[in-house]
């Protein structure tokens, strides 16, 4: 399922412990670059998948007012169409940055579930102060069952 208008979600965020869904399926970096020459120049880019999944997040991913600029948690869910695709966040990672955080380096704790969901496949995302990593696990969990 790919969105291609902007959700209401995407609202900006005012604190440092936040929460909201993203709906679609992540592509997995380490599978999603595909070998492109440009300008008779070899690169690897991302694949279709990935560029669609970045275009339908960005439209969906609210902003933080303040960035973080400090050391980040971050507890993620995905929910996968099938049990084909590999659990990997780092796409995800990626996409945050600029929208939460200022740099995905900061990132210095994660929690990470796999789920299935044929019919939504989605990302729960929780980020927070690296300090506030309980806090942000249970928010994952109160937020997976809504």
Sequence with gaps: ???TTQSKSNKPLDNDLTAFTILGEPASKANS?????IKGTPRFIKSKKALEYSKTFQLQCP?????????????????YASRR???DPSLILDLLQDSVYTND????GMYI???????????LIVTSKLEDKDLAIKKLSKLDSI
Excluded: C, H, Q
């Design 1 to 3: 399922m790919m969105i």
């Design 63 to 79: 902003v933080k007012k303040e960035l973080f600029t400090e050391d980040v948690f971050v507890a993620i869910k995905i929910y």
């Design 33 to 37: 670059r595909r070998f492109v020459v």
């Design 113 to 123: 579930e796999w789920g299935l969901s044929k019919k939504n496949p989605r990302s």
């Design 105 to 108: 380096r900061l990132v210095k």
């Design 85 to 87: 695709p590999d659990l």
